[in-house]
């Protein structure tokens, strides 16, 4: 069996691949590294793979399995794995850096942080000190009303989070039927009820053709005056309305990690959407790096080889993708 480590082989993938050949010696084969892997793609049973083009798929015939050392999977060619019965399976180690991430950026936005940091950086005082009142306080989350649109392991470590400050919890997924999750007061699949006098919004979905535009103007309308905070997805939120709210003060303000435009050809310069979201005063900008932690990074590594040795002795491995429904 040929196993292929398509990533780059820093000191937490060369250790995994050592433990891959010690543990299955020579009834495993580990190609270590993208060119090693790439050269000898079409040979490969299973990989461990970033994102990739889709070519290197079409010339593989033997390909049992992919593991996506990650969350996110549209990048893969769902068609053409789907055709070939080949098995996907991902990670979800990034879950409790994705929701710290989440709550920063509520913490950031209630309490205004970026706003008196960039104040006070330019010598600019707010408060007490220079005898200003109301108009600089700021607010507590706490006892909030908030929402968490997904509840899967990012949603419900949040939401663990979020008692913390003895907020009240609702969450939102579109299948009936399943159980209540630890801190949690209610979860629905009625997604205007979920958002109705929230006083945030956390969006924690993945994007799919069910949760594309999933939010548009009238959602965004039914949580008037909340604070939205997106880690799942940008095109969850319909773009344009997203701005529109925004601005006329729909929304009193967000905290956005994902976005709808990312820089190309290896730029780092480049506005974060088609609208100016980002001049906007009332959100707080964040470069869709809520999973990007090293914390995380040694997680899904830990993650991701125990499921290939399961995947090895059992021909089944945990979090197993459904490719149809893109998560």
Not at 60 to 76: Q, R, S, Y
Not at 239 to 255: K, N, P
Not at 261 to 290: C, D
Not at 304 to 316: A, C, F, H, S
């Amino acid at each position: 069996m040929r196993i292929g480590f398509c990533v780059p082989m820093n000191e937490g993938w060369t250790a995994a691949a050592d433990e891959l050949a010690h543990d299955f010696g020579n009834a495993v084969e580990v190609i270590r590294g993208v060119e090693a892997s790439l050269a000898v793609f079409s040979s490969l049973d299973a990989v461990i793979a970033n994102v990739l083009d889709r070519t290197y798929y079409e010339r593989t015939t033997g390909l049992k399995a992919v593991f996506v050392p990650f969350v996110g999977i549209n990048h893969l060619p769902a068609d053409l794995l789907i055709e070939r019965g080949v098995s996907v399976f991902n990670c979800h180690g990034n879950a409790e850096s994705v929701a710290e991430r989440a709550l920063a950026l509520a913490l950031a936005g209630f309490g205004r942080i970026i706003e008196f940091h960039n104040d006070l950086r330019a010598e600019t005082w707010h408060g007490f000190w220079v005898n200003k009142g109301r108009e600089d306080f700021w607010h507590s989350i706490f006892r909030k009303r908030c929402t968490i649109l997904g509840v899967g392991a990012i949603g419900e470590t949040l939401a663990r989070l979020l008692k913390a400050f003895d907020c009240q919890v609702t969450g939102y997924r579109r299948k009936s039927g399943a159980p209540v999750p630890a801190h949690f007061d209610e979860v629905t699949t009625d997604l205007h009820a979920a958002v109705s006098g929230a006083h945030i919004v956390f969006i924690a979905l993945p994007l799919t053709d069910a949760t594309r535009g999933l939010v548009g103007a009238a959602e965004l309308e039914a949580m008037r005056g909340a604070y939205l905070v997106n880690v799942g997805r940008g095109e969850v939120v319909d773009e344009a309305a997203l701005y529109a709210a925004l601005r006329d003060g729909t929304l009193s303000g967000a905290g956005i990690d994902v976005w709808y435009t990312y820089p190309k050809g290896g730029s780092v310069k480049g506005a974060p959407s088609r609208f100016p979201i980002h001049e906007l005063p009332n959100v707080v900008l964040s470069p869709h790096v809520a999973g990007s932690t090293w914390e995380a990074v040694d997680i899904n590594t830990r993650q991701t080889i125990d499921n290939v040795k399961l995947w090895i002795r059992t021909g089944e491995a945990h979090h197993r993708v459904d490719l149809a429904a893109s998560y």
